[in-house]
């Protein structure tokens, strides 16, 4: 049984430069998070959605964030324009309902030189 | 407002000696409770959970938790560490949020445990 799939598992890109994260949910699973770790400020939860609405994006930075999903089976973030302080591990995770645990991808692990 | 305090973001025991992870929340709800464990490289997996049944949860791996509601707490415990547990633990809480209609779920900063051989 397939995971949480998120890609790419690595990302090096310029300032400035849009960035696209992916992520392929669990099948059956009918809600998605996305995370953000970093060294400074640990795990952040960014926005999350239910059966594909987003439900709540406070978490979202600020405007160069946004986060799409337009099917049940994937979903995209997306930054532009990034810039370096955007370096950090990205986490998908997926579960089948929002108060259940969370099933976590392997993350996209993105530097903004 | 929820939130998860993780006491001491480094923990180091000796193989097989008691492991011991502390984490106090505070809800205005009954919450749910997990634990959760990063390796290097990897996302989180679940440990255990806590939903309002038995107090002591049982995890995989060996650890267990005990949900204390007097002492608002939810501390990892494990009798005899491996040299394998070696990882950051995350505690969790969520809680549904009445107004909005959803759930918030808040990790707290992660603990780092190191086993010595």
């Known amino acids: 049984d397939a995971g949480v799939i998120q890609s790419p598992r690595h990302e090096v890109t310029e300032m400035g430069q849009e960035v696209t994260l992916r992520c392929k949910p669990i099948s059956g699973h009918n809600s998605l998070f996305w995370y953000r770790q970093t060294m400074m400020r640990g795990l952040e939860l960014l926005i999350y959605f239910n059966n594909n609405v987003p439900i709540d994006d406070s978490g979202m930075p600020e405007d160069r964030f946004s986060a799409k999903m337009p099917n049940a089976s994937f979903s995209t973030l997306k930054i532009q324009p990034s810039e370096p302080r955007d370096s950090a591990v990205y986490f998908c995770a997926s579960s089948p309902r929002v108060s259940q645990p969370q099933h976590f991808g392997d993350g996209t692990r993105l530097s903004i030189l | 407002a929820q939130s998860v305090t993780q006491l001491g973001s480094h923990v180091s025991v000796s193989e097989g000696a008691l492991v011991l992870l502390r984490c106090n929340y505070s809800s205005s709800v009954p919450p749910y409770l997990f634990w959760y464990v990063q390796y290097p490289n990897q996302g989180l997996q679940l440990l255990l959970k806590y939903t309002s049944a038995a107090t002591l949860v049982k995890g995989i791996n060996g650890f267990e938790a005990e949900f204390k509601k007097s002492e608002t707490s939810f501390h990892l415990t494990k009798p005899s560490a491996h040299m394998s547990d070696a990882a950051e633990y995350f505690c969790?809480?969520?809680?549904?949020?009445?107004?909005?209609?959803?759930?918030?779920?808040?990790f707290g900063k992660g603990t780092k445990l190191s086993v010595i051989p």
């Open positions: 969790a809480v969520s809680e549904r949020n009445s107004g909005a209609g959803s759930y918030q779920l808040t």
